[in-house]
């Protein structure tokens, strides 16, 4: 049996190809560790210290993805600058502030 030769090859690649939450989480602390550790951290409380230090931000980048998860499954075509049209970078800033 003789099939057509393909014109094309998809793949997911977010999340399957590229390790998306581990290099989110790896920057987070990262960035978390210079921060307490620089000049910059004698203007927080002990109470953000502790908790900045002991964050778990495996979990939040998670809970991040999770939001991209749902803005992806009630995505409606809306056509850009429309009122009802939202980025996929507006989209990230707004579950990262939430």
Not at 9 to 17: A, E, M, Q
Not at 44 to 60: C, G, N, V, Y
Not at 64 to 75: K, L, M, P
Request: overall charge positive; aromatic content about 14%.
């Amino acid at each position: 049996m003789s099939f057509p030769r393909p014109k094309a090859l998809l793949t997911d690649v977010f999340g399957t190809v590229v390790d998306w939450r581990g290099s989110v989480t790896t920057r987070l602390e990262q960035s978390c560790n210079e921060t307490l550790s620089s000049s910059r951290a004698v203007t927080l409380s002990p109470t953000t210290r502790q908790t900045a230090s002991s964050f778990d931000w495996s979990a939040f980048a998670q809970a991040w993805r999770i939001a991209y998860f749902h803005f992806c499954h009630s995505y409606t075509p809306v056509s850009a600058g429309s009122p009802g049209f939202k980025s996929i970078d507006k989209h990230f800033r707004d579950s990262l502030e939430a």
